[in-house]
């Protein structure tokens, strides 16, 4: 259908979402173009843009899930996991936190997993429960020049890193030390 200069783009990601309903890359298009008609009902280019990351999430952790499934010893797929929301391995349901503390018990020198499991609230590692607070100095320890990690101890009050106490306000400028076109 979609022959050069005789369909729309609009017309020809119609046509590919008739023909492939999952197709994530169609929907994004279709959003680009200012949204269109799928199987009867019309979709605006925000409708397009939610179906494809709703299709794209699904995706990727179909994707992480797999890895798993042939690799549960490797950490990096539990943190991605995590990052979409959690999943199902080898039958069992796994949350956001969940899969970051197994992705830590892994490897506990992951500082974007500690990261990434202070965000959630904190959680169980080997054995010992971390705080928000504990999870972004373990962050810290880890990787002191990373302005994400200084933001999420300042939004818990602040903290201690490397045997030095951080007020909130000095967290935050210590982000902005390390990136100052954030501002």
């Known amino acids: 259908m979609c022959i050069r200069d005789r369909y729309s783009s609009k017309q020809c990601y119609e046509e590919a ?39 794209g999430v699904l995706r990727s952790k179909q994707c992480y899930e797999e890895a798993l499934r042939l690799n549960p010893e490797n950490s990096d ?8 929301g959690g999943g199902v ?3 069992k349901e796994y949350s956001s936190k969940q899969c970051y503390e197994e992705g830590l018990m892994l ?8 990261k990434r499991l202070g965000f959630v609230g904190g ?11 504990q999870c972004y100095e373990e962050a810290l ?14 939004s818990v009050g602040g ?22 076109e954030s501002l």
Not at 160 to 176: G, I, M, T
């Open 141 to 154: 320890r880890l990787n002191p020049e990373d302005r994400h990690m200084w933001n999420g101890l300042g």
């Open 77 to 84: 797929p539990w943190s991605l996991l995590g990052n979409v």
């Open 17 to 55: 979402l008739r023909l492939d309903p999952e197709n994530s890359y169609a929907w994004n298009n279709l959003g680009t173009v200012g949204g269109g008609v799928v199987d009867g009902k019309e979709y605006s280019s925000k409708q397009c843009y939610d179906v494809a990351l709703r299709l």
């Open 159 to 180: 903290g201690v890193v490397d045997a030095k106490e951080y007020s909130r306000k000095q967290c935050y400028e210590e982000a902005l030390r390390l990136n100052p």
């Open 123 to 133: 959680g169980l590692v080997d054995g010992k429960e971390y705080s928000s607070k």
């Open 107 to 114: 490897n506990p020198e992951n500082s974007y997993v500690w």
């Open 89 to 91: 391995v080898d039958g």
